[in-house]
């Protein structure tokens, strides 16, 4: 857990197709604080630029951005037009870590599946450059691009060693709403605890 400040925020990373952003949808819904998300921010940036919004595309932008403005300059976007407590989805590097443990009191919650299932739930959405993927590209995206690309780019197993929190998502909603029930309820008595 990170430290300053007199709020909190919830970071929430984890692997593709784990279910990042229901994690996030159940926390919002329950807790009633604002939703920020790092891949909505480069999406906004990408389509500023005419860029298209590929998985692909976003992957080279945000790498880019890091190397020219700094790791955690998407966290800082975020930070700098947040006010109370809220939830960030989509940390995928360490470094994005930062300006929130630097505004608030910072938690982070890791979600992951078993593979084979999160390949399934993202051949079920569409969004630019995975709908037509196999479980082999899935599998070579995910080693090649997502888990330790380096200082700039998406270092998605160091954020998972390193989250405070960490939800196996392999089964209903139903049972991913009980797994975060407990978890709401700290969040709350810390939340309480340390505003006072």
């Known amino acids: 857990m990170g430290g300053g400040g007199g709020k909190m925020i919830i970071g929430i990373t984890g692997t593709n197709g784990a279910g990042k952003d229901l994690v996030s949808q159940i926390l919002l819904k329950k807790l009633g604080w604002p939703y920020f998300s790092l891949?909505?921010?480069?999406?906004?940036?990408?389509?500023e630029n005419n860029l298209d919004v590929s998985r692909p595309t976003l992957q080279q932008l945000?790498?880019?951005l890091r190397q020219q403005h700094g790791p955690s300059y998407l966290s800082q976007r975020i930070v700098d037009r947040a006010a109370d407590d809220f939830i960030v989805t989509s940390l995928r590097?360490?470094?994005e870590c930062e300006p929130f443990k630097q505004k608030s009191r910072f938690i982070l919650i890791a979600v992951d599946a078993p593979i084979?299932?999160?390949y399934e739930r993202i051949s079920g959405r569409d969004r630019a450059g995975e709908s037509n993927w196999s479980l082999a590209d899935f599998?070579?995206?995910e080693d090649e691009f997502e888990m330790d690309g380096g200082e700039f780019g998406r270092q998605l197993r160091k954020m998972m060693q390193t989250?405070?929190?960490t939800i196996i998502n392999n089964g209903t909603v139903v049972d991913l709403e009980n797994k975060l029930n407990q978890i709401i309820a700290e969040v709350k008595n810390?939340?309480?605890l340390y505003l006072g």
Request: without cysteine.
């Open 190 to 192: 810390v939340s309480t």
């Open 39 to 47: 891949s909505d921010e480069l999406r906004r940036i990408a389509l």
């Open 116 to 118: 084979e299932l999160r």
């Open 93 to 95: 590097n360490p470094q």
């Open 62 to 64: 945000g790498n880019e």
């Open 139 to 141: 599998k070579r995206n």
């Open 163 to 165: 989250a405070d929190i």
